[in-house]
C-alpha cells in the first residue's frame, strides 16, 4: 500500500509565505512525477505545479513567480513553497505522485494526498 501524507497548510496574511510537504509512504519501487494541485470551493481541482524525478518543473501561469516546487528523492517527498501568496490562492492543496510499487510484478499507482487547507486573509 503507498500513500502520501502532506503538511504544511494554514492561514497566511496575503503577502506571506508557506511552505508544503508531501511524503510518499509504503512499498514503492520509483516515483515519476509529483504535483501539486489546488481546489477552491465551488471550483474544479487544478495544477499548480509539478516536477518530474528529474527535476523539471511546470507551473500554472498563475503562480509563476511566486511559487517554487522542489523534490527529494531519498526522501520521497515533494515540497512547494509558496511567496507573495494572495487571497485567491485560498484553496484545499493536494498532492499528487505517479509511481510504482515494489512487488513481484510492479504495479502503477496514481495516488492523492488528503488535502490541506491553504487561507489567505486580505
Known amino acids: 500500500q503507498v500513500q502520501l501524507v502532506e503538511s504544511g497548510g494554514g492561514l497566511v496574511q496575503a503577502g506571506g509565505s508557506l511552505r508544503l510537504s508531501c511524503a510518499a509512504s509504503?512499498?514503492?519501487?520509483?516515483?515519476?512525477?509529483m504535483g501539486w494541485y489546488r481546489q477552491a470551493p465551488g471550483k474544479q481541482r487544478d495544477l499548480v505545479a509539478v516536477i518530474s524525478n528529474g527535476g523539471s518543473a511546470n507551473y500554472a501561469d498563475s503562480v509563476k513567480g511566486r511559487f517554487t516546487i522542489s523534490r527529494d528523492n531519498a526522501k520521497n517527498t515533494v515540497y512547494l513553497q509558496m511567496n507573495s501568496l494572495k487571497p485567491e490562492d485560498t484553496a484545499v492543496y493536494y498532492c499528487?505522485?505517479?509511481?510504482?510499487?515494489?512487488?513481484?510484478?510492479?504495479?502503477?499507482?496514481?495516488?492523492w494526498g488528503q488535502g490541506t487547507q491553504v487561507t489567505v486573509s486580505s
Open positions: 509504503g512499498s514503492i519501487l520509483s516515483i515519476n512525477d
Open positions: 499528487n505522485a505517479k509511481l510504482y510499487g515494489s512487488g513481484f510484478i510492479p504495479k502503477f499507482y496514481d495516488v
